[in-house]
């Protein structure tokens, strides 16, 4: 089992624009995008998308397979379809002002093929969809692992080279659909939320609850490498701001919490809180990398997926913090739920049976 998979009304009369949301945030920007379409809408970040431009009285689509349909809220319009289609991606971007792309094959290991149906033909189809029904303005949600060397990175800026060698398939896909939406003629926004975390997380706590009650958690290295984590409602807030701001088109923006926690120290303070033993047994990273260079090349060899990967191993053990600057001052925007305030929010909901429902 692996822990860095991480994962993402009617229309407002023209007088509504400067209506508060149920969060007391206005919506930003000059031109308000009213009808809004959201592909990875029944995911962990998306269905929180949802909720907000509900909430903000926008119209919302979203693009979904009909098994997956049934968790959206009511008055959402689903749009029957998969990002490998393009037919029924261009058909769900027509009659929308904006689309919020945050639909994604999001895991440490798979094959090539796959990620570049989804993250790479996938992206292809929307820009396709946006392009031919004048669509103004794609929000594309990808990832800081798209700039990820596997060593330590300290306040990386937005404007940060692609990584050379990528330690997955997941964040390869990724540099080529950033490249993809940058090449379009598409205005676009794109945003690098960097693991997500709160309320209805699917990944992380399932994870990491698992792996505790086995007793198989362990600590990768020495544990002092820091880590930038991101509260889903504070990502949410940067997304429906790009969905309007004119200042950041053509733009792209790390966006995190903020704040740069050691890593274990929040894991053992999540599994307190959870009512686990925090007591982890501690590996040497390069003894981590090397057994899971093996564990790699035995699935390569007979198939199956690996208990943990290098990425795995660089992800849990490496440094790894973001410069947010650019997207506070070009979205007007700014975590408002602080580090702490998130993760006591995202174990009340999992001790009630939120995040299982």
Known sequence: MDL?????GGVPAEGARDERSATGVRPRGGARHARVLVTGGTGFLGLHVVRRLQAE???VRVLARDTSAASLPAGVEVARGDLRDARSVHA???GVDAVVHSGALSQPWGRALDFDAVNVAGTRHVIEGCASAGVRRLVHVSSPSVVFTGDDQRDVRDDAPFATRCLSEYSRSKQRAEELVRESR???VVLRPKALFGPGDRSLLPRL???????RLAQIGNGANEVDLTYVDNAVDAIVAAIDSERA???TYHVTNGEHPRLWDVI???LSGLGYDARLRRVPYRAAWSAAAGLELCARL???EPRFTRYTVAILARTQTYDVRGAMRDLDWKPRVPLAEGLARTVADWRSGGARA
């Open 92 to 94: 769900a971007c027509v």
């Open 249 to 251: 088109v053509g733009r």
């Open 57 to 59: 009285g926008r119209f």
């Open 186 to 188: 598409v205005p676009f």
């Open 4 to 8: 860095a998979r991480s994962e993402r």
């Open 268 to 270: 053992r303070d999540l």
């Open 302 to 304: 007979f198939g199956g």
């Open 209 to 215: 609850t698992a792996l505790a009650g086995e007793r």
